[in-house]
């Protein structure tokens, strides 16, 4: 970048740190202000005017534990969220090489139907499902919120990952196959080592939609099933507005997603445009 | 969710690269039982919610259904509430998504020519984009809870609004669309960034040998070449765009006086408040078609830039 630098003038670059500055004031302020308030004490939250100045305090984070079941909750996105994830990717793996390795008529149809389902308005797909799940008695329980994931997971994985093995010159798999491997050997020990980056960023965005879904928890859900994001919307009506306890449960939810989301950054756009864009 | 011919018809499972072996190869194997998971999970929803609007469905004492036969349908072209929701829809949809495109090129640009810290300065914007939408509406209410709110209280010190933001027909909109650009405009620098990083550098360098200025060059060298990128941005986008309500549902719930209420809020009401789902139902297949429009589009410009094999 630096090499190709020669008409950057300093002063253009001031001007692009400042406007970069706003940006940067737009997009932090508000993250900022909810961790700074969910350390906030109770009187200074109740302030008219805003408090930049305060004792730190834990009393929100221990008080969700202590009597808000916050602990329960966690579990529950835990759960819902990590099974859905490596149902998907695993499945995922095995479609998406399939897809990639196989020619057959009628196959863009299939990979329309596959991203079609990925897209379906959340709305739409809530409805048949709710009646479909007190049929078979999902409302309210983990398993039903998996498979709920699973709508959008799995076909955005078997996409994702179709895109990956694509990319990947079947030449090393046929070698391999030369050397005395297995068709299965071939997939198994060549080709999956090598879409390693595609696995991890799938599941890190399977992972980050599930963990982040509320539509579906909040008309699957119940007292046996709430995740996180039900809980701090449930916290707004409850108790009146508990700005500190909903502060603090904003940052428990946001800040794992962006932890590991970041730590893939340099994949991400691969993984976000559904493989239409390939990353630096 | 569309329906679709699975495989070819008769003989033409002409699969390559298959090591014999029973007839069925490997990637069939691998292939075909996941898809029928997907079926299971796809099409049996869809078929349910085409079966679900051609009826009265009730859930008191048990689930029932009443064929009614096109009375939803019908009900739904005449419905001006509907109607109106499907409009402001529209409306909510330019405004996030059209907001986002411009201010998401826009800050791409500007980072894309920073020499120092542009790693950080991506980092930190992405930041909102990893967040959980009900999350996003949760901490705009607080932030312009007209006691507590620091938004708030700046516009009021500033003597820029002094009411309700979120419960002000005029202001409402504008808040959670806003909110909603907050999230998402990270997604399209992102991607757009990705686009410009695949400028190729040496006729940039040759243009500005040439004495073509920045302008210039983004007219004629830099815009061409991130055009598809940028449909891809604004089509991912846009599938997700009528995906999510979460924002909308946390913070003004459709309100104040049905200012904010777009087609799927106006959905889940009509199944979970006055649960008149298959009138729902009907609704949703109308959202449905136009998330697979959208979709035909994103899979055509896919398989342009030879990404769909």
Same mark, same amino acid.
């Given at each position: 970048m630096t090499t190709s630098s020669s008409g950057r003038s300093s002063g253009t670059q001031v001007i692009l740190y400042a406007i970069l500055f706003l940006v940067l004031l737009w997009t932090l302020v508000p993250i900022l202000w909810m961790v700074l308030s969910s350390f906030k004490p109770g009187v200074a939250q109740l302030s008219s005017t805003p408090v930049f100045v305060f004792k730190p305090t834990m009393q929100h984070y221990v008080s969700l534990f202590t009597g808000g079941n916050l602990g329960a909750y966690f579990l529950n996105s835990v759960l819902a969220a990590g099974f859905s994830t490596v149902i998907a990717v695993s499945l995922g793996c095995l479609a998406g090489y399939g897809l990639a390795r196989s020619h057959f008529r009628g196959k863009r149809h299939v990979a329309f139907w596959i991203i079609s389902t990925r897209m379906a308005p959340i709305a739409a797909i809530v409805l048949p499902l709710f009646i479909l799940f007190r049929y078979v008695d999902l409302l309210d329980s983990i398993p039903g919120l998996i498979v709920a994931y699973l709508t959008f997971n799995l076909p955005f994985a078997i996409w994702i990952m179709n895109a990956f093995f694509t990319d990947l010159p079947p030449s090393l798999e046929e070698a391999a196959m030369v050397d005395g491997a297995t068709r299965f050997q071939a997939f198994y020990r060549v080709a999956l080592p090598l879409v390693t980056p595609g696995i991890v960023t799938t599941a890190i965005l399977c992972l980050v939609f599930s963990w982040n879904d509320y539509a579906f928890a909040a008309t699957f859900a119940g007292p046996n099933s709430q995740t996180l994001p039900i809980a701090a919307a449930q916290l707004n009506t409850q108790t009146g507005l508990n700005w500190g306890q909903l502060s603090a449960i904003g940052t428990i939810v946001v800040l794992p997603m962006i932890i590991v989301g970041l730590a893939v950054r340099r994949y991400l756009v691969r993984g976000l445009t559904l493989g239409a864009v390939t990353g630096e | 969710m569309a329906v679709t011919q699975t495989e070819g018809r008769g003989s033409s499972g002409d699969t390559k690269g298959s090591a014999g072996g029973g007839g069925i190869s490997l990637e069939m194997r691998m292939l075909v039982p996941v898809l029928l998971l997907l079926a299971v999970l796809s099409l049996f929803p869809f078929f349910y919610i085409i079966w679900m609007s051609l009826n009265i469905v009730s859930l008191i004492n048990g689930i029932s259904f009443d064929f009614a036969g096109l009375t939803n349908w019908t009900r739904m072209f005449t419905d001006e509430i509907v109607g109106a929701a499907w409009a402001r829809a529209a409306l909510y949809f330019v405004a996030t998504v059209g907001l986002e495109m411009i201010l998401g090129i826009a800050i791409a640009l500007l980072v894309h020519e920073l020499v120092w810290g542009k790693n950080l300065v991506l980092s930190l914007i992405l930041l909102p984009m990893f967040m959980a939408p009900v999350i996003v509406g949760l901490l705009g209410r607080f932030l312009t809870? @007209? @006691?507590?709110g620091l938004y708030a209280y700046v516009l009021r010190e500033l003597g820029i609004f002094e009411r309700d933001i979120l419960g002000t027909a005029s202001s409402a909109l504008p808040a959670v669309i806003l909110m909603d650009v907050w999230e998402w405009t990270p997604l399209i620098v992102l991607i757009v960034l990705a686009g410009l990083a695949s400028v190729n550098q040496y006729v940039i360098e040759a243009a500005k040998v040439d004495g073509a200025n920045y302008l210039e060059r983004l007219r004629y060298i830099v815009a061409p070449s991130i055009a598809g990128v940028v449909i891809v941005a604004l089509l991912v986008r846009s599938m997700d765009a009528i995906r999510y309500f979460d924002i909308i549902t946390v913070t003004t719930n459709g309100g104040p006086g049905n200012t904010t209420k777009i087609i799927p809020i106006r959905l889940y009401e009509t199944a979970f408040r006055f649960f008149d789902l298959g009138y729902a139902a009907a609704i949703g297949l109308g959202m449905l078609v136009f998330s697979i429009l959208v979709a035909n589009v994103f899979v055509r410009i896919l398989e342009s830039r030879g990404l769909a094999r």
């Open positions: - | 809870d @007209s @006691s507590y």
